[in-house]
């Protein structure tokens, strides 16, 4: 899991909520589920800072709502990596 924490808002494709809201505590460091390579970075006013993380599989995850991003675009993850807070 990218942090620990409770299940604020879980998949629901009827309601176009399309991942899983998990409310960690303040600070915790936000890990990248698997290995690949960041292809977003940035803040906005929607969902704060934003990363979005493309993996070998053809996956791509994304972490938003965080208050500092540790990584840029470019960047190369290992799964379990802190990418941010």
Partial sequence: TPVKGVVSNSFN???KH???DILGRENEPIKAT???TVIL?????ETGHTIT????????SVYKH???LLKKVGSS?????????
């Fill in 18 to 20: 399309f991942g899983v």
């Fill in 41 to 45: 970075a940035t803040w906005t006013s």
């Fill in 53 to 60: 993380i493309q993996h070998d599989n053809h996956y791509i």
């Fill in 13 to 15: 494709a009827q309601e």
């Fill in 66 to 68: 965080n208050s500092i």
């Fill in 77 to 85: 993850v290992k799964a379990g990596e802190p990418i941010a807070i």
């Fill in 34 to 36: 698997m290995d690949g």
